[in-house]
């Protein structure tokens, strides 16, 4: 049978005019948008833009309070502990919540039970199909041979890989990289974009979204692109098309020109 269209899936994630009020101050103003299985997101916007905000709603630790509505593979989530075991974040902050003396392998696989330190509980303890997953996910992070280091011994960049690989135990939908790379070096910053850039291809149907501030840190696979600015999308859509000199002047008030060279930007102050 000859069919003109085939069914397609209902996004992992979709975000349906929600708005979100801190007192008597609009954060997020009407926020639409959706992100399908296997898409990668970057996130840009001045600070104050409301990313935060809007991560948080993505991920179930703040409710959209003055409206709206999130349906996860089309279906309506009042449930924010089901939201958040459907997301993986990760940020900076956790590695200071992580034991510096752990293993590197159980770190990894505390993710699976949303601890942050591995502790054994009545129906949470870890087998060794566990363990062979976390030193898979670490070998996939170009970081295979730290598995047995304590965690406190690890470069900042090691760090970040290895709670990449800890957020992934939990077979996520979609894994949030907020500002993955503030405070690397720019050997470390290389290796772990080279490491997110490797996962994307691997992980075609986990979503991906980065969150930074630096366009050079767009990888090639980030090909579509949300645009934040006072609480509201002022661009949605082909990374190529999104990020220009005049979105750099909107966002920054300051002018620009655009290099590309090897599928990356690279901004130059005019």
């Not at 939201?83 to 990760?90: A, D, K, T, Y």
Request: net charge positive; charged share 25%; glycine share 10%.
């Amino acid at each position: 049978m000859d069919q003109a269209f085939e069914l397609m899936e209902p996004p992992i994630l979709d975000i349906r005019q929600v708005s979100y009020r801190i007192g008597g101050r609009l954060i997020l103003d009407r926020i639409s948008w959706q992100l399908r299985a296997g898409e990668h997101w970057v996130v840009l916007g001045p600070n104050g833009a409301g990313k935060t905000s809007l991560l948080k709603i993505a991920c179930g630790y703040i409710w959209a309070n003055a409206g709206g509505e999130i349906y996860r593979k089309g279906r309506a989530l009042v449930n924010l502990r089901q939201l958040r075991e459907s997301i993986g974040w990760v940020t900076i902050s956790l590695t200071d919540q992580i034991p510096p003396g752990e293993v590197v392998a159980r770190t990894v696989v505390s993710g699976r039970f949303a601890q942050l330190g591995l502790r054994q509980f009545a129906g949470q303890k870890p087998d060794d199909a566990d363990f062979a997953r976390a030193r898979r996910y670490l070998d996939e992070m170009g970081c295979a041979h730290i598995a047995e280091q304590r965690f406190g011994t690890l470069s900042q960049g090691e760090k970040q890989r290895v709670l990449i690989a800890r957020a992934r135990m939990a077979r996520p939908l979609l894994l949030i990289l907020d500002e993955p790379c503030a405070g690397l070096d720019p050997g470390g910053r290389e290796l772990l974009l080279a490491s997110i850039h490797n996962l994307a291809k691997i992980q075609r149907e986990m979503g991906l979204i980065l969150v930074t501030h630096h366009i050079e840190e767009i990888m090639p696979v980030f090909e579509r692109s949300l645009i934040l600015a006072n609480g509201r999308i002022i661009e949605n859509g082909p990374t190529k098309e999104v990020v220009c000199p005049q979105l750099i002047q909107r966002l920054y008030g300051i002018s620009t020109t655009i290099k590309r060279a090897a599928g990356r930007y690279w901004m130059i102050c005019d």
